[in-house]
């Protein structure tokens, strides 16, 4: 973890993660890419952590059974038709301690099943901003200091060894029963 002055420097350099090569930056910019192993950096002006993501499993086609599934125990007559289905990721800060791992939404979440989401973390990869023409890509409203700010980091606070943000993919769905 790297962490920057309150003194905002017009360009600052800093070590990647991954390879270790000396890169260049404007913390303004947000997001940035080693130019030597292409890793994906998210820069907060306190801090610089690892940006990584989940790719995506499911396809579109898939989507109908998993909502037949669910609705099954209903016992309905007709099955459901999907209107409308938008894929779309949602930020979450990964916070690596000595012995646990815990994950925090990096945004006000809509639907509070998505905030006990146990993130795959074998799966995760270096993020790719080709997603962002594709998809919609969520930016983290909920900063990693105000995650840190939370008491029950803020007591485990000297076994932190990593920060990482994490982009997970969703499906918002629109179906109709006849």
């Keep these: 973890m790297i962490v920057f002055s309150k003194a905002i420097i017009k360009v600052m350099e800093i070590k990647c993660v991954q390879c270790g090569a000396k890169i260049e930056i404007a913390p303004e910019t947000g997001f940035i890419s080693c130019p030597y192993c ?3 950096l998210y820069v907060d002006i306190e801090q610089t952590v690892r940006h990584l993501y ?10 109908t059974g ?5 609705l099954a125990p209903l016992e ?13 990721f949602l930020p979450f800060w ?4 000595k012995n646990q791992i815990l994950s925090f939404p990096a945004q006000e979440l809509e639907f509070s099943e998505l905030k006990n ?7 995760l990869l270096p993020y790719e901003p080709e997603i962002e023409n594709k998809y919609q890509v969520e930016i983290p409203i909920v ?3 105000d995650v840190m700010q939370r008491p029950e980091l803020q007591a485990l606070a000297d076994r932190l060894e990593q920060t990482d943000l994490i982009h997970i993919p969703f499906y918002l769905l629109s179906y109709q029963v006849e």
């Design 66 to 70: 998993i909502i037949a599934q669910s």
């Design 94 to 97: 990964l916070v690596k301690l």
């Design 76 to 88: 309905l007559k007709n099955p459901a038709k999907i209107i409308e289905s938008r894929l779309f």
């Design 143 to 145: 900063s990693l200091d």
């Design 54 to 63: 989940l790719k995506p499993k499911l396809n579109p086609q898939q989507l």
């Design 117 to 123: 989401f146990k993130i795959p973390i074998a799966e």
């Design 38 to 40: 292409d890793s994906r």
